[in-house]
């Protein structure tokens, strides 16, 4: 703390009264409060570089764009909505045992202009391709797909005309293998997605192998 000489307005030529001067340590001792009790380490009165030294280690700096990330990656609204099978493993996350609120995922939604997640349970027809990217259309922005099994990801055992894999049709940012996957699979993947929202992503294997750019396009 520095004390100076200080006139009208800012002017120099009268001394500021002192305790003018402690407005700062009484800004930081307001931080303090709210729960925070005397006691064995918390001492009752702390001054200077002591004080300022307490209230930085209790204090989180951040920016915006990182604290919105981490709201939208801890607060996801998936939407009701399942295909086949893999249905059956993605109900499962929300039961007891997975325990998908954990997370803070478990408020599914019926209606896509609510949700701003969908998660593609089972194979994909021709005929349902419109409709799921329609849904997906609807969805709030940002929105995020999970192509949940091999037959979404790639038709798998139903490797036939009928079916058209997720990617030909819409965006997905996460695939989760397995036919059907386990829930822990389908939470694995969640997380990934997580990740990926926090724009703190592991390395995929085209990275990891040098295989950027040999994409399959339509």
């Given at each position: 703390?520095?004390?100076?000489?200080?006139?009208?307005?800012?002017?120099?030529?009268?001394?500021?009264?002192?305790?003018?001067?402690?407005?700062?340590?009484?800004?930081?001792?307001?931080?303090?409060?709210?729960?925070?009790?005397?006691?064995?380490?918390?001492?009752?009165?702390?001054?200077?570089?002591?004080?300022?030294?307490?209230?930085?280690?209790?204090?989180?700096?951040?920016?915006?764009?990182?604290?919105?990330?981490?709201?939208?990656?801890?607060?996801?609204?998936?939407?009701?909505?399942?295909?086949?099978?893999?249905?059956?493993?993605?109900?499962?996350?929300?039961?007891?045992?997975?325990?998908?609120?954990?997370?803070?995922?478990?408020?599914?939604?019926?209606s896509p202009r609510q949700a701003d997640l969908i998660i593609l349970a089972g194979r994909v027809s021709i005929k349902?391709?419109?409709?799921?990217?329609?849904?997906?259309?609807?969805?709030?922005?940002?929105?995020?797909?999970?192509?949940?099994?091999?037959?979404?990801?790639?038709?798998?055992?139903?490797?036939?005309?009928?079916?058209?894999?997720?990617?030909?049709?819409?965006?997905?940012?996460?695939?989760?293998?397995?036919?059907?996957?386990?829930?822990?699979?389908?939470?694995?993947?969640?997380?990934?997605?997580?990740?990926?929202?926090?724009?703190?992503?592991?390395?995929?294997?085209?990275?990891?192998?040098?295989?950027?750019?040999?994409?399959?396009?339509?």
């Amino acid at each position: 703390m520095k004390r100076e000489v200080l006139g009208p307005a800012g002017t120099a030529g009268t001394r500021v009264d002192p305790e003018t001067l402690r407005v700062r340590s009484l800004n930081a001792h307001q931080l303090l409060r709210g729960g925070e009790l005397e006691g064995a380490n918390q001492p009752a009165h702390l001054e200077g570089e002591e004080l300022e030294r307490y209230v930085h280690e209790r204090l989180v700096f951040t920016t915006l764009d990182s604290a919105v990330a981490w709201a939208r990656s801890n607060s996801f609204f998936p939407l009701a909505f399942g295909l086949a099978c893999c249905a059956m493993e993605q109900f499962q996350t929300a039961g007891p045992r997975m325990d998908i609120a954990r997370f803070g995922y478990e408020a599914f939604r019926a209606s896509p202009r609510q949700a701003d997640l969908i998660i593609l349970a089972g194979r994909v027809s021709i005929k349902m391709a419109p409709i799921i990217r329609r849904l997906y259309d609807q969805m709030l922005e940002p929105k995020w797909a999970i192509s949940m099994g091999a037959c979404c990801s790639s038709m798998g055992v139903f490797n036939n005309y009928a079916l058209v894999p997720a990617d030909k049709f819409m965006p997905i940012d996460v695939h989760v293998p397995g036919c059907p996957p386990r829930p822990e699979a389908l939470m694995h993947g969640v997380l990934k997605l997580r990740e990926m929202v926090q724009d703190n992503p592991e390395a995929g294997w085209r990275e990891r192998y040098g295989a950027v750019g040999t994409e399959e396009r339509p």
